[in-house]
């Protein structure tokens, strides 16, 4: 079952060891430095209560830790709001990929990309994972039994792999799940 912690009253110790989730690495390494104002903007406490929780675990020594697919999961994340920031700012109806191939906005992105990578790899370490038919046919499992997405189905098995319970995400789909969550979410915490 889910152990469910309020990241604001927890107090690091230099021995954990925390997985942290993709969204929080987008509130860490991109939102908290640009104004978004879209309708899946980040809320206060998002862009306040994570990554001084981050910090805090640094200070402690504690180790924390991301996938490979973080990275490319952000990066969706990252070009899908500069692309909705543009269309709201300009109010041009154009995909996504002809967004992408204007080379202004793409080296925006790009920037916004390599930035965030650059952070999220110098403050912890990646659990790399090797993606075979074994893992693979966990992570089916994983999304058969619970409502996750494809990438928290491979992160919840690099983490089992790696022997890490712990991680830090503002998601519910962790939830059911054997480990130890840690939040802001008040949805979660209130449970």
Known sequence: MTEI?????VTPHCSDKYFIDTNVWFWVTYAASNEIETPNAPL???????PAFIEKILDEGACIYHSPL?????????????????KEDTGEELTRKQFRMLPELRARVMGEV???WKQITQMSESLDINIDA???NKALDALNKHCLDAYDAFYIESMAVNQITKIVTDDSDFNGLDLSLYTANNRLVRQ
């Open 134 to 136: 074994n893992i693979s």
């Open 5 to 9: 912690n309020n990241l604001k009253k």
């Open 114 to 116: 390599s930035n965030a």
């Open 70 to 86: 973080t990275l490319s999961e952000l990066t969706n994340i990252v070009e899908k709001t500069e692309y909705d920031i543009y």
């Open 44 to 50: 206060r406490y998002q862009l306040q209560e994570y």
